[in-house]
């Protein structure tokens, strides 16, 4: 049975002008009933909306981080009307212990980190879900051993370090930039984007990169201008080029 859309979006901007009504004064009384506006809107699903969701996360047993991480979610979501895993694309914003880092959150409504929640939600509605039931969704949904990332990602501390080097090289015409990528605390493979920006646009391309770092190549047309490594923070890591 598909699941219902996400409801959330639509009671906060109905809250937020059923406020706003029933502030106004001055004048003649405006004729809104807020709470039968508050009730249809917790009735009522929304198909599309811009959102912002702020939240402040107690970990249990990570001594290392007493106080609450500030996560951030901003951007547009759209329901996909009940017929699919609502789209999302959201920019993060991850606040550890005064430690702030970024990147996206991106649901094209079909993809395994969406199915995921929906298995999640659909497994634990109403009930208690930890970081070990996220974990096994993901697995099930993506068919992936994710243990070592959840060990040091959710349950450690050390972020990633990714080393680079990079040289280029002009053969036949045409450039070709190397990048040299050492790593530190990786837990296993994980995709990477990088791009090249010269003279005529820019290049992009996103790889697999393996925990013991690796070697890829990009060409251009015109003499590379900037390298990019992790330039969108899609990766929960520390760039140093070298």
Known sequence: MP?????????IAALA?????SACGGGEKADVDAPALLDRAFES???TAR???????????????PDPVGLSLKGPYLSNGGMAIPSVDWDASIDLGGFGTGGQLVSTGDDAFARALTRLQRDHRFGKAGSEH???A???????ALE??????????????LRVARRTMVRAGTFVTELEIATRNLPGPVPLAIAVVHGAGREEMTVSLAPAGGTFTIETRAR??????NGGAGLLARVVTR
Do not use: C, H, Q
């Not at 699941?3 to 009671?11: C, E, G, H, S």
């Not at 959102?51 to 981080?65: G, H, Q, R, S």
């Open 134 to 136: 996220l974990r096994a």
């Open 3 to 11: 699941r219902p859309p996400l409801r959330i979006p639509a009671a």
């Open 17 to 21: 002008a059923a406020l706003a009504l």
């Open 51 to 65: 959102t912002e969701t702020k939240l402040d996360l107690v970990l249990e047993n990570v001594p290392d981080l």
């Open 45 to 47: 699903p929304a198909s």
């Open 138 to 144: 993901l697995e099930m949904e993506s068919g992936l």
């Open 148 to 161: 070592p990332y959840f060990r040091d990602w959710v349950y450690g501390t050390a972020l990633p370090e």
């Open 224 to 229: 590379p201008r900037r390298v990019e490594v």
